[in-house]
T-cell receptor, first 111, second 117 residues
Framework: GQSLEQPSEVTAVEGAIVQINCTYQ??????LSWYQQHDGGAPTFLSY????GLEETGRFSSFLSRSDSYGYLLLQELQMKDSASYFC????????????FGAGTQVVVTP | GAVVSQHPSRVICKSGTSVKIECRSL??????MFWYRQFPKQSLMLMAT?????????EQGVEKDKFLINHASLTLSTLTVTSAHPEDSSFYIC?????????????FGPGTRLTVL
């Protein structure tokens, strides 16, 4: 089976840095993606890691360690608009494109 | 980036009726489309994988006779919730994927909120 674990909620102030961890148990693991979803909206793609290491995209970075079955999303210079749910999602080799989502982390940014 | 549309965005129906939701890739050909369901404050749960011209593959626990999926063209997939009941009320989201591309070339539609009275 597959499972992904991430914290349920994180609260931080504007300008701070937040790290959302994701541990996974996925057979045939291929890569880890991160999505942002605002209330009532569709998920939007943030970052993808197919290889170990850090991927940086503006204020958002994502990291993967295959040996530890672990990844994280780093949100820097937090803004109020970053208040949303963040999901890690794994992809496997047996079904290209198919995503298994974690439960999601609610990020609350306070003034 | 590529655009995926869903129609309708919201639908309210009576218990026992059927509802059809359309998912369209507007500017690319989607060899595969995925259908997800999301209950409030929960994650996206994959319901089925839809490949153009073939039968959909349903995830365990999803009733294929209740959730009918048709992927008749490379730009359109439809999900029909048959004999809907209040417990089917949820947020249904499709995503469209272009085979052979990187994983980040999967695009999500805006979702359809279904309320069954």
């Amino acid at each position: 089976g597959q499972s992904l674990e991430q914290p349920s909620e994180v609260t931080a102030v504007e300008g701070a840095i937040v790290q959302i961890n994701c541990t996974y148990q996925t057979s045939g693991f291929y890569g880890l993606s991160w999505y942002q979803q605002h209330d009532g909206g569709a998920p939007t793609f943030l970052s993808y890691n197919g290889l170990d290491g850090l991927e940086e995209t503006g204020r958002f970075s994502s990291f993967l360690s295959r040996s530890d079955s672990y990844g994280y999303l780093l949100l820097q210079e937090l803004q109020m608009k970053d208040s949303a749910s963040y999901f890690c999602a794994s992809m496997t080799t047996d079904s290209w494109g198919k995503l298994q989502f974690g439960a999601g982390t609610q990020v609350v940014v306070t003034p | 980036g590529a655009v995926v549309s869903q129609h309708p965005s919201r639908v309210i129906c009576k218990s026992g009726t059927s509802v059809k939701i359309e998912c369209r890739s507007l500017d690319f050909q989607a060899t595969t489309m995925f259908w997800y369901r999301q209950f409030p404050k929960q994650s996206l749960m994959l319901m089925a994988t839809s490949n153009e011209g073939s039968k959909a593959t349903y995830e365990q626990g999803v009733e294929k006779d209740k959730f009918l999926i048709n992927h008749a063209s490379l730009t359109l997939s439809t999900l029909t919730v048959t004999s809907a009941h209040p417990e089917d009320s949820s947020f249904y989201i499709c995503s469209a994927y272009q085979s052979g591309h990187k994983p980040d070339t999967q695009y999500f539609g805006p979702g359809t909120r279904l309320t069954v009275l």
